[in-house]
């Protein structure tokens, strides 16, 4: 079982709202990422956890606030998004952060439209 | 810096036909992992094959292959009996190891379309 999965698949938020972002494997990966994807773009690392711990923060606006409650589980709470924020987010687990032979499977996504 | 190129922005197959989709990647590593993933329409970004630097033999996954010349640093995709489910985004992705931790790099990607 390769599945990554994410929750909701589309959200609608205004730039004063609160909302989250959850994703969840059941495969036992050590490691977990998000990443923002704009169309037709290739996706952007924003965060990595590793052992559930934040281990890379790609300089994202303070905004976007990550959380690793168990080794399945990672959400990305969101306030005071900006419209440029409107994007697909991604959610992608590896089996072990320190290896290389490290392919991610990813979830089929969030759909965010901030207005 | 690690850096993935894809230059072709858009290819485009007749079906049953075979086509190659181009990457290239810079690195100063000796180990990494190479891959190509698929991302159709549904935005569902998927796995299409791996391939180890370390490993001179080609990997090969059913209908698509890879040709990795290490030297050149060139990791194009075969496509062999190209189908319509065949349409889609292609990335081709560089991952190294940073010393915590993995990384995936990725190419702009390539739009595949198929013809029936």
């Known amino acids: 079982d390769t599945e990554v999965t994410q929750t909701p698949k589309h959200l609608v938020m205004g730039m004063t709202n609160k909302k989250s972002l959850k994703c969840e494997q059941h495969?036992?990966?050590?490691?977990m990422y998000w990443y923002k994807q704009k169309a037709k773009k290739p996706p952007e690392l924003m965060f990595v956890?590793?052992?559930?711990?934040?281990?890379i923060n790609e300089s994202v606006p303070s905004r976007f606030s990550p959380e690793c409650p168990n080794s399945s589980l990672l959400n990305l709470h969101l306030h005071a998004l900006q419209p440029e924020d409107s994007a697909l987010y991604l959610c992608?687990?590896?089996?072990?952060?320190?290896?290389?032979?490290?392919?991610?499977?990813f979830g089929p996504g969030t759909r965010l439209t901030v207005t | 810096a690690q850096t993935v190129t894809q230059s072709q922005p858009e290819m485009s197959v007749q079906e049953a036909e075979t086509v190659t989709l181009s990457c290239t990647y810079d690195?100063?590593?000796?180990?990494?992992?190479l891959f190509w993933y698929k991302q159709p329409p549904s935005r569902q970004m998927i796995l299409v094959i791996r391939?180890?630097?370390?490993?001179?033999q080609n990997a090969t996954e059913n209908r698509f292959s890879v040709n990795f010349q290490k030297a050149a640093k060139s990791f194009s995709l075969k496509i062999s009996d190209s189908q319509l489910g065949d349409a889609a985004m292609y990335f081709c992705?560089?991952?190294?190891?940073?010393?915590?931790?993995?990384?995936?790099?990725f190419g702009k990607g390539i739009t595949l379309s198929v013809r029936p």
């Open positions: 992608a687990s590896s089996q072990d952060p320190s290896l290389l032979r490290v392919e991610q499977y």
């Open positions: 956890y590793s052992y559930e711990k934040l281990s």
């Open positions: 690195t100063s590593e000796s180990d990494y992992y």
């Open positions: 992705a560089y991952s190294y190891y940073t010393g915590a931790n993995s990384k995936l790099t």
């Open positions: 495969m036992g990966h050590r490691a």
């Open positions: 391939q180890e630097a370390y490993k001179q």
